[in-house]
């Protein structure tokens, strides 16, 4: 059974920064994305990565996190990690990680607010 668990939200300044995780269970993976939703949202892309045993693939990121959001991945602990820097109060929403367009994680609530 696929599980995906999110963890590392919370509330920060704008101008700060954030780490989020994604620690995943139940199958073999060569790909991980990251998507948010904002209240009144529909959900969006974030960023994603691929990987070929331990060694990092491809990343991808929107536009608007470019620069100030970087994927990276721990093969031993088969989870992937969402830095977040220079955080903006547009940037506040839940954070989902998704496998396979098809399995996702319960969500971890990020806040940008002075």
């Known amino acids: 059974q696929v599980r995906l668990v999110e963890s590392g939200g919370g509330l920060v300044q704008p101008g700060g920064s954030l780490t989020l995780s994604c620690a995943a269970s139940g199958s073999e993976f060569s790909t991980m994305a990251w998507y948010r939703q904002a209240p009144g949202k529909q959900r969006e892309f974030v960023a994603d990565i691929t990987w070929d045993g331990g060694r990092v693939g491809r990343r991808n990121y929107i536009g608007s996190v470019q620069g100030r959001f970087s994927l990276s991945r721990d093969n031993a602990k088969n989870t992937v990690y969402l830095q977040m820097n220079q955080l903006k109060p547009e940037d506040s929403g839940v954070y989902f990680c998704?496998?396979?367009?098809?399995?996702w994680g319960q969500g971890t609530q990020v806040t940008v607010s002075s």
């Open positions: 998704n496998v396979w367009g098809m399995y």
